[in-house]
Nanobody, 112 residues
Framework: QVQLVESGGGLVQPGGSLRLSCVGSGFTFSRYVMSWYRQAPGLEREPVAAITSAGDSTNYASSVKGRFTISRDNAKNTVYLQMNSLKPEDTAVYYC?????WGQGTQVTVSS
């Protein structure tokens, strides 16, 4: 069965950085688009970034463009989300999505 396991969340000050990781198993990782979503309290889950199977094309929400970078290592079955210049409004649970499946999420809190 498909499993997606996120890690790397935490508490960071505004302007700081975090790198999230998501390890996939139970499917042929290198054949699938991988995506990151986030959900803040009281709000709907929203897409953040996506990357093609080969890693040759990416897409970002306008709110994170220029600050976040999605990448992948197909040899490690891992997709990353590098988050720089973090803002309080980036506070959310971040989820990995692929093959119609969700990870359990990792909490990111941006606060001074």
């Amino acid at each position: 069965q498909v499993q997606l396991v996120e890690s790397g969340g935490g508490l960071v000050q505004p302007g700081g950085s975090l790198r999230l990781s998501c390890v996939g198993s139970g499917f042929t990782f290198s054949r699938y688009v991988m995506s990151w979503y986030r959900q803040a309290p009281g709000l709907e889950r929203e897409p953040v970034a996506a990357i093609t199977s080969a890693g040759d094309s990416t897409n970002y929400a306008s709110s994170v463009k220029g600050r976040f970078t999605i990448s992948r290592d197909n040899a490690k079955n891992t997709v990353y989300l590098q988050m720089n210049s973090l803002k309080p409004e980036d506070t959310a649970v971040y989820y990995c999505f692929a093959v119609a499946s969700w990870g359990q999420g990792t909490q990111v809190t941006v606060s001074s």
